[in-house]
């Protein structure tokens, strides 16, 4: 069974950036296909990005599209998501997620504690 832990979060202005990390242990990384999810102050959790088993396929959010950008090192048994031009909507507690069949939105099996990020206006 997978561990995952994020780090990398923080305060930033809007127009700023961050780069979010989640480390995994405890199987092997390049058999779960990976995502990152975020959850708001009274908003349910949503989906953000994906990226499949090697990093050769990603899929975003509309939300995010063009100012996020989600990838991997499975040398280092890491995922990232790096962040860019970050709005005060952008406000979170962001989740990274892995599973073993599909990848993409929806269902996932294993769940990190989350990592906070702030824009500030």
């Known amino acids: 069974q997978v561990q995952l832990v994020e780090s990398g979060g923080g305060l930033v202005q809007a127009g700023g950036s961050l780069r979010l990390s989640c480390e995994a242990s405890?199987?092997?990384?390049?058999?779960?296909?990976m995502a990152w999810f975020r959850q708001a102050p009274g908003e349910e959790r949503e989906f953000v990005a994906a990226?499949?088993?090697?990093?050769?396929?990603?899929y975003y959010a509309d939300s995010v599209k063009g100012r996020f950008s989600i990838s991997r090192d499975n040398s280092r048994n890491t995922m990232y998501l790096q962040m860019n031009n970050l709005k005060p909507e952008d406000t979170a507690i962001y989740y990274c997620a892995a599973r073993t069949a599909g990848w993409g939105p929806g269902y996932y099996d294993y769940w990190g504690l989350g990592a906070q990020v702030t824009v500030s206006s």
């Open positions: 405890g199987g092997p990384f390049s058999n779960y296909a």
């Open positions: 990226i499949t088993w090697a990093g050769e396929n990603q």
